[in-house]
């Protein structure tokens, strides 16, 4: 007992938000956790495994350096990059808890995921932070053939024919694979063979595959979507901000929606966590927006 008595416990804070909501138990699940230095990368690895969402993330503020730095993991012990709802609920978290992550930064606003730098853009929605990330414009580095797909998701060749679009991997931080299926249906039919899908990622250098289809521009909502990524682990994610943006900018390239203008993005419908991203084309980039709500939060101990 005397033993267990002078082994003190580290405790950090953890918590969970719901994340492209603004409505608790809606929208992504993210568990986060602040840390005053960084961790060693099997600490990472537990504790996002022990949470056991499609990512967790860690969060610091670097005084040396006057920025709030992320680190994200999935519990297959991937780490993610880019701005996707991993960064976003991070810094709702930051603005909601009051935390001054901005005071060494003079005008632009931005953070850093690993060693990438995102600049942000926050305003306020219904008493909530609404945090803008800017992403890279989009670009297509590649094209997977309609039969690999169809096989990989359980559809037909036809299912696929929206507009003549091609099946492109497009990237802005990171290389997803945009997948477009002609109907409504046709998107709740589709189902993740994980050995095929990792299969082809792997062979054509994608991530993740985002199922897509378009409804009128003019409409709220721009298109409704579906995300399977089995080679870091997800197997279908109610939101993600990384796709989200090259699929912006890809159907900007191809004429179908205008810069400078709002979309909306409607995806994690068929997993129960419906999850609204916004996304804005512009010149030098591609804004990905949307906010959160915290559900929980805690001690963990290591």
């Not at 931080?173 to 589709?190: G, I």
């Not at 990622?201 to 009128?216: K, P, R, V, W």
């Not at 900018?249 to 997993?271: A, H, K, M, P, S």
Request: a negative charge; glycine letters at 8%.
């Amino acid at each position: 007992m005397a033993q267990l008595k002078a082994k003190k416990m580290k405790q950090l804070d953890y918590y969970v938000l719901d994340v492209f909501t603004d409505s608790r138990y809606k929208g992504n699940q993210l568990s986060v956790v602040y840390i005053d230095h960084e961790l060693d990368l099997e600490q990472y690895h537990n504790i996002s495994r022990e949470f056991g969402y499609s990512e967790t993330s860690f969060v610091y503020y670097a005084e040396e350096e006057g920025v709030f730095k992320v680190r994200s993991f999935t519990p297959a012990k991937f780490e993610v990059t880019g701005a996707g709802h991993n960064l976003l609920g991070a810094v709702c978290l930051a603005l909601l808890k009051k935390w001054d992550i901005f005071k060494k930064q003079d005008g632009a606003q931005w953070v850093k995921i690993e060693d990438l730098k995102i600049p942000l853009k926050i305003t306020e929605e219904n008493g909530l932070p609404y945090v803008g990330m800017k992403q890279r414009p989009a670009r297509v580095i590649g094209k997977v053939p309609t039969e690999i797909i169809a096989e990989a998701t359980g559809l037909e060749i036809g299912d696929f024919e929206l507009n003549g679009w091609a099946i492109n991997i497009v990237q802005t931080e990171v290389a997803h694979l945009m997948v477009p299926v002609k109907s409504l249906s046709a998107l709740k039919n589709a189902i993740s063979n994980k050995a095929l899908l990792k299969k082809a990622s792997e062979q054509f250098g994608f991530e993740g595959c985002y199922l897509f289809t378009t409804n009128d521009p003019a409409s709220e909502i721009l298109a409704e979507s579906r995300f399977f990524n089995p080679s870091v682990g997800i197997d279908e994610d109610p939101a993600t901000g990384t796709a989200a943006g090259p699929l912006a900018g890809y159907l900007e390239q191809l004429g179908y929606i205008n810069q400078n203008q709002d979309y909306r993005i409607l995806q994690g419908t068929y997993v129960n966590q419906p999850s609204t991203i916004r996304v804005n084309v512009a010149a030098d980039g591609i804004w990905v927006s949307g906010s959160s709500v915290i559900v929980m939060e805690g001690k963990l101990f290591l």
